[in-house]
Structures are given as structure tokens and as C-alpha cells.
């Protein structure tokens, strides 16, 4: 079983910055993509980021530019800084583990942006 933890959620101002940070009970020097979704009230779990085992990242349009995926092999870890937030990202933040054919989540972290 492979267990996800995620961090780094919390409230931030408009313009502000944060990052998470989702760790692996298991080596990711493998894996073949980890990647961060979000769910904000009402809405559908979307994309954020992703990024595979080559380390090709995939990004929503929404974040393009502001936000970053990278790994943490030393802490078999998955980042996402994010810059420049907007109060549209107020999500609820999950990380997503696929191997093989199986997928696992973490529990999610808050994140709300506002003044």
C-alpha cells in the first residue's frame, strides 16, 4: 500500500506565494507520474500539474506560468510551488500517485487565497 501526505496548504493574500508538498511512503525514483488536483466547493476535481517519470511535466492552462512541479528524490517527494495566487485557485489540493495501473491519493490540504 502506498501512503501520500500532503502540506503546505494554509491561508495566503492575492499575489502571494506557497508551496506543497506531497510525500511517498515508497521510493518515486520510478514512479511513473505524480501529480497535483484540485476541487474547489461545487466543482469537479481538476489538473494542476503532473509530472512523469522522465520528468516531463504537464500543466492547466489556469497555471501555466505561475505554478511548478518538480520532484524531491532525497525526500521521495512532489512539489508544487506556486506564485503569483489568485483567489480562483482556493481549492482543496490533492496529490495523485500512479504506478503501473493503480492510482492512490492523499487526503488533500486547503489552500484559500484572500484579502
Known amino acids: 500500500q502506498v501512503h501520500l501526505v500532503e502540506s503546505g496548504g494554509g491561508l495566503v493574500q492575492p499575489g502571494g506565494s506557497l508551496t506543497l508538498s506531497c510525500a511517498a511512503s515508497i521510493s518515486i525514483f520510478s514512479i511513473d507520474r505524480m501529480g497535483w488536483y484540485r476541487q474547489a466547493p461545487g466543482k469537479e476535481r481538476e489538473l494542476v500539474a503532473s509530472v512523469a517519470s522522465a520528468s516531463s511535466t504537464n500543466y492547466a492552462d489556469s497555471v501555466k506560468g505561475r505554478f511548478t512541479i518538480s520532484k524531491d528524490y532525497r525526500k521521495n517527494a512532489v512539489l508544487l510551488q506556486m506564485n503569483d495566487l489568485k483567489p480562483e485557485d482556493t481549492a482543496v489540493y490533492f496529490c495523485?500517485?500512479?504506478?503501473?495501473?493503480?492510482?492512490?491519493w492523499g487526503q488533500g490540504t486547503q489552500v484559500t487565497v484572500s484579502s
Open positions: 495523485k500517485l500512479t504506478r503501473t495501473t493503480t492510482d492512490y
